[in-house]
T-cell receptor, first 118, second 113 residues
């Protein structure tokens, strides 16, 4: 799981600014997931993407948050007009392409981006 | 909706003793149950997992059990060591070829020397 890269590792923003978090999955993985972890809490699912498609965004706030996973380049989680409540660790995970008949593939987590909103 | 309950939230055990963490899940379609260990400031690390066609799995000092009828699953750590101190998360995923993970709220395990 050391192959999932996230940057920046730490990000400080003032209220109202934009935050862009990047995730490069393990080479060959075509599924990306974003999770948010508030201080002293568990991880909460936000969004699941495949290349150029959002598969499940049921955990993502309807406003200010967006995610993409383009054909080329990393997955991006974008938070517009950040507020103090957005301060959290954001983890990205990836899993490989599904083979026919496969039930589940382990998700490999990146080191996370710790967002602090002042 | 999908939910995973985890108990206890904190657990302190004497070094060498056993630790048990219990979880329940709500979605009967769940078929994969990973356990993650997270040290302070680090990423979640998969330590063991169990699939719905198995009732128990063991890996050295760590074992997991699954009761699908009751929708319960548990983590057992024997002969605990100081390096076992961390936050442990249970999780469940519904049946799908690739699905989101639903995490429990975590158990902070402390090993007393």
């Amino acid at each position: 799981n050391a192959g999932v890269m996230q940057n920046p590792r730490h990000l400080v923003r003032r209220r109202g600014q934009e935050a862009r978090l990047r995730c490069s999955p393990v080479k060959g993985h075509s599924h990306v997931y974003w999770y948010r972890q508030l201080p002293e809490e568990g991880l909460k699912f936000m969004v699941y993407l495949q290349k150029e498609n959002i598969i499940d965004e049921s955990g993502m706030p309807k406003e200010r948050f967006s995610a993409e996973f383009p054909k080329e380049g990393p997955s991006i989680l974008r938070i517009q007009q950040v507020v103090r409540g957005d301060s959290a660790a954001y983890f990205c995970a990836s899993s490989p392409r599904q083979n026919s008949g496969a039930l589940y593939n382990e998700q490999f987590f990146g080191p996370g981006t710790r967002l602090t909103v002042l | 909706g999908e939910n995973v309950e985890q108990h206890p939230s904190t657990l302190s055990v004497q070094e060498g003793d056993s630790a048990v963490i219990k979880c329940t899940y709500s979605d009967s379609a769940s078929n994969y149950f990973p356990w993650y260990k997270q040290e302070l400031g680090k990423r979640p690390q998969l330590i063991i997992d169990i699939r719905s066609n198995v009732g128990e799995k063991k890996d050295q000092r760590i074992a997991v059990t699954l009761n699908k009828t009751a929708k319960h699953f548990s983590l057992h750590i024997t002969e605990t060591q100081p390096e076992d101190s961390a936050v442990y998360f249970c999780a469940a995923t519904p049946y799908s070829s690739a699905s989101k993970i639903i995490f429990g709220s975590g158990t902070r395990l402390s090993i007393r020397p």
